[in-house]
């Protein structure tokens, strides 16, 4: 099978196209043909080898050389075969998912059946395949860590990129007062996605503005903001949310106004924004699309920042 394969950490150059072997499935795995893939930060972290968190990525990636050779973990595709003990797929099914391992980059993954969910029908592949990461962790982040009602105000930091595209459609299953930060040129597709209220950062700072909120959603991380910055934007019983990594590991949790999360991408999880986006209720901003043969080419893109939406690899191009 033709995959993207790197064996030393490094900038974009370390990564090459080349002819790998198929995998072979696991009891509770799908072997899937993948038709896309999107990237994610994740890869970034791991194809560059990043020192981050106090070495604890390096442990994860490898320290010395990589502890995987394909990166990806967004896939959406078609079932090719499955393992012994997969009760819930069959050979044709479309699906979608991620894998914790890696490997999407590539004709042909194995993923495990519990990380897995029918694809939507009204999303193309490219479509599905920026759903699984960014989306869960919106989802985590919102309904599950802090159980957002209606009536409650929440501001979305960073809501055009990945994560935060998908944030602002699924604060708006459960409240109507969604408030969207982003810059001047992202504003009217914040909008178009459900927000409320934007409010340009490079000409308004919101946490000087005098406006309060129930939940500050960092979709961004990074450090770009904290709790610190926020903490007079939120109402008396305001939380402050955020997906930075470091905040994930040392959580902050004596302050009970902070949540920090990883978010896993299951089932349940697939299941509930499959039904949501077949509704008409969420759906992908895909930015850009490359080839399989131009993965570095999209890690370039997207290491460029500033992102409106998800970039996606097309595996069958």
Request: charged share 25%.
């Amino acid at each position: 099978m033709k995959a993207i394969v790197y064996e030393e950490f490094g900038s974009v150059d370390v990564l090459k196209f080349e002819e790998m072997e198929r995998p072979i499935p696991k009891d509770d795995e799908l072997l899937v043909k993948v038709h896309a893939t999107s990237v994610n930060a994740i890869d970034i972290v791991f194809r560059s080898g990043a020192k981050l968190l106090y070495g604890i990525t390096k442990l994860m990636a490898g320290f010395k050389k990589p502890k995987v050779k394909i990166l990806g973990v967004d896939v959406s595709g078609e079932v090719d075969a499955v393992g012994k003990k997969v009760t819930n797929f069959k050979k044709g099914d479309l699906i979608y998912g991620a894998s914790r391992n890696h490997g999407a980059y590539a004709e042909y993954l194995c993923i495990p059946e519990k990380n897995t969910a029918i694809k939507p029908a009204n999303m193309s592949h490219e479509e599905a395949a920026a759903v699984p990461s960014a989306a869960c962790t919106a989802l985590h982040g919102l309904r599950d860590k802090i159980s957002i009602q209606e009536g409650q105000k929440v501001l979305i930091y960073g809501g055009s990129g990945g994560v935060g595209t998908y944030a602002i459609q699924i604060a708006r299953l459960f409240t109507s007062e969604v408030t969207a930060v982003c810059s001047t040129d992202k504003l009217s597709n914040a909008q178009s996605l459900g927000a409320k209220a934007v409010i340009d950062y490079t000409k308004e700072n919101f946490t000087k503005n005098g406006q309060t909120y129930d939940v500050i959603f960092d979709a961004v991380g990074r450090k770009k903001i904290s709790y610190s910055d926020c903490k007079n934007s939120l109402s008396e019983k305001g939380i402050f949310v955020t997906v930075d990594l470091e905040s994930v590991v040392f959580k902050q949790i004596r302050n009970k106004k902070i949540k920090s999360f990883m978010a896993s991408v299951i089932t349940e999880k697939l299941d509930f924004l499959r039904e949501q986006i077949e509704a008409g209720k969420i759906k992908s901003v895909v930015e850009k699309v490359f080839p399989l043969r131009q993965t570095a080419e999209a890690h370039k893109y997207y290491e460029k920042g500033h992102l409106k939406g998800k970039v996606v690899i097309n595996v069958l191009e």
